[in-house]
């Protein structure tokens, strides 16, 4: 069978899933149900769904995180099976802020964000430069020297933004990234999501419970007995 | 005063050159997994120093060549020496028998090659040291019942020809729990593998799951005071030595079940306490080796044995006090630690235990150039990994984002470990000599040169 992204206007295919299926403790919960979904080049695609629908468990396989029981993930032209160096995808391609966003707390803001650029093999120059960038944008750039464990949850969750967008990613997963701050603190996070996204040309797929934040992605796609439906599109 | 003493080891063909010792052969195996884990070692420490290398390595990547040179050296380096020791005190390496002990050899060095090809592949149990999974642990599993079973069928046990004298009786007597108790091993190894017996990681702490501590050294010492028998001979007048320790570690072993494993936080007095009881054995070790008649050749693996004992039975006390555990726990601090207990002590244990069979052949292991680049590259590898531990407790990136004092450490770091690959490598191929050459099982070519 030959399978060859359909074509969007002019945008190239960065994300494809296809016929993707995933159950838990030998098959006793599934969770995944021939799930298909594309997202295109620069566009922001936004998952809901109930709480347990399987949100996180799609963006781990297309992070190549886990793997499907059965199905395919395409990234950026190609199959994460096929990969030789899946590594490479995780540590150039693809940015992550994870739900319980997963920073060490011992370290400080800065050292979190450049542990990835290190593996990455960036020089540190560079590396501190590319930070300083960031931070500057999320307005952190004076908490650099903090631990983690002395930071707000906004600031946390900024963290984790500016970390998964160190190593500059053509494609950004974002599970829940305000899913653990009030309305008007997630409101303004999500902003410098889509500012930063917008400005660097990044992909974006991101979980939320949010119907008023998804509404601002150019597609919404409802999640629910283990299938995708897209709802709106504002292509 | 002990006097010197010529304890050969080797089987009339051997001397006359027409099979290699199994002794022999079973260190060349030891050794060549020590050099093959080491170059990964030392790949591990360039890799740490410049990070960018890692790109390289594909989906090899650093955490699992890290399992593969942890795994080789436990399996292949610390303990294939052991089956050395092993076809000794079992007699296989004389006679018929000791035709067998190679292809065990083999089939044992064939599961760690398949280990390594699977752990560089991504199979893992979580579990450091009890990385089995899938066909590996079949493989090893049946390699080690491969040992087993020779030692139960081509030893002398079986025939019952051992059992004419009182003291023959109580050798085969000897042999007999040490069969059974060998067979723990496999079993144990097998069930442990599995995650399913008991986590990898401890839920409650985060930390490695563990029992206690005192139970394990007294294990240590069990060890070390069983290696002599079979090896050595007891030289007469000395047994007040012997029956002290024997006693002592009886003593230890009741106070250890007294206690029980329930609650054994290293806060509680009970714990330190307890384990400083160890230090007990800083002197009754060295009495209870003097009370056997050695190989000349051992001399200086003896003295380096006393001096990495004391060294470890110090420190590991010193570090599991409150407060110092506390600071050093995950940090480098431990990993320097660690090469003080299996570079410096258990390494040297087995390589005097080798020295001591191989008798006039252990030459292998007595060239000055190895010994010193061995014992010097442990010791300043320690001292570096403490440095770094210390620096770590109140900076945990320390070791994470490279620095110019971390980058430093860890250049000489690699320098250190550069320097024990060669001593290995030097064992290594002295080994080699031995197995092609058997007229050089009695002095070092080099020696011979220049004498
Ligand atoms: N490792 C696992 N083992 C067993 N079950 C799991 C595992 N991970 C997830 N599940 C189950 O799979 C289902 C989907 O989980 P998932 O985390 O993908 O949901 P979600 O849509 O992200 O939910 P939420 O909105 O609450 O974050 C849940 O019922 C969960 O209990
Ligand atoms: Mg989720």
């Known amino acids: 069978m030959s399978l060859s992204p359909p074509n969007n206007g002019q945008r190239a295919i960065a994300v494809r899933a296809l016929d993707l299926w995933k159950s838990y403790d030998d098959g006793a919960v599934t969770v995944l149900q021939g799930i298909d979904l594309e997202c295109f080049e620069g566009r922001s695609v936004a998952l809901c769904g109930p709480s347990g629908c399987g949100k996180s468990t799609l963006l781990h396989l297309i992070a190549g995180l886990d793997q499907p029981d059965r199905g395919r993930v395409w990234v950026n032209g190609s199959e994460l099976d096929r990969r030789r160096n899946l590594l490479n995808l995780l540590r150039h391609e693809i940015g992550i802020v994870f739900q319980l966003h997963n920073l060490i707390p011992d370290l400080t803001l800065e050292e979190n964000c450049l542990i990835p650029a290190v593996a990455a093999g960036t020089n540190p120059h560079a590396a501190r430069q590319r930070l300083g960038e960031l931070a500057e944008r999320t307005g952190l750039h004076k908490r650099l020297k903090h631990r983690v464990q002395k930071l707000s949850g906004g600031e946390r969750q900024r963290t984790a933004l500016c970390r998964a967008l160190m190593n500059r990613p053509k494609i950004l997963l974002a599970d829940e990234p305000t899913g653990s701050l009030d309305e008007r603190t997630g409101g303004m996070v999500f902003d410098l999501l889509l500012e930063l996204v917008n400005a660097e040309g990044v992909t974006l797929l991101m979980s939320t419970h949010d119907r008023a934040l998804a509404s601002r992605c150019d597609r919404i796609v409802e999640m629910h007995d283990g299938r995708a439906n897209e709802t709106v599109c504002v292509l | 005063m002990e006097e010197p003493m010529r304890l050969s080891a080797f089987s009339e063909e051997a001397q006359s050159g027409i099979a290699p010792n199994p002794v022999a052969q079973a260190a060349w195996h030891g050794l060549m997994w020590l050099v093959v884990a080491n170059t990964v070692g030392v ?65 044992w060095s064939a599961a760690l090659g398949a280990g390594a090809l699977a752990w560089l592949s991504g199979h893992s149990s979580g579990k450091l040291f009890l990385d089995w999974q899938g066909y590996t642990r079949i493989l090893f599993i049946g390699a080690l019942l491969t040992l087993w079973l020779f030692l139960l069928l081509k030893s002398s046990l079986l025939s019952g020809s051992g059992l004419r004298s009182g003291k023959d009786r109580r050798v085969w007597w000897a042999k007999l729990v040490g069969l059974v108790v060998l067979l723990a091993v496999p079993l144990l190894l097998y069930f442990a593998s599995s995650p399913a017996v008991y986590p990898p990681i401890n839920p409650d702490t985060g930390g490695p799951t563990g029992a206690s501590q005192l139970e394990s050294s007294l294990i240590v010492v069990l060890i070390l005071l069983t290696l002599p028998c079979g090896i050595a001979r007891r030289l007469p007048g000395k047994r007040r030595a012997i029956g002290v320790a024997w006693w002592v570690l009886a003593a230890e072993s009741t106070l250890c079940a007294a206690m029980g494993r329930a609650n054994a936080s290293h806060h509680q007095p009970l714990q330190y306490m307890s384990l400083g009881t160890l230090l007990l054995w800083l002197p009754l070790i060295p009495a209870y080796y003097s009370a056997f008649a050695w190989h000349d050749n051992t001399r200086r693996w003896r003295t380096a044995l006393y001096g990495w004992w004391g060294a470890l039975v110090v420190t590991g006390w010193v570090l599991f006090l409150p407060g110092v555990l506390d600071k050093f726990k995950f940090t480098d601090g431990l990993v320097g630690h660690t090469f003080v207990a299996m570079a410096g002590f258990t390494s040297t244990a087995l390589i005097l235990v080798v020295v001591q069979i191989l008798g006039d052949g252990g030459w292998v292991f007595n060239r000055t150039r190895s010994f010193y680049a061995w014992h010097g590259s442990v010791i300043a590898y320690a001292a570096l990994m403490t440095i770094a531990g210390w620096l770590e407790q109140s900076n945990p990136a320390f070791t994470m984002i490279p620095g110019t004092l971390r980058n430093l450490l860890y250049a000489l770091r690699l320098l250190t470990g550069s320097f024990m690959l060669l001593a290995s490598l030097d064992w290594f191929v002295g080994a080699s000599r031995l197995l092609r050459e058997p007229a050089s099982l009695r002095i070092d070519p080099l020696q011979e040169k220049t004498a």
């Open chain 2, 43 to 107: 790949m591990l420490a360039a890799l740490l120093l410049f990070p960018n290398l890692n790109g390289a390595l594909g989906e090899w990547t650093y955490g699992r060549w890290m399992m593969v040179h942890m795994n080789l050296e436990l399996y292949g380096w610390t303990s294939m020496p052991l089956l050395g020791f092993l076809f000794k005190v079992y007699g296989v390496d004389r006679g018929p028998a000791a035709l067998w002990c190679r292809p065990v050899l083999w089939v």
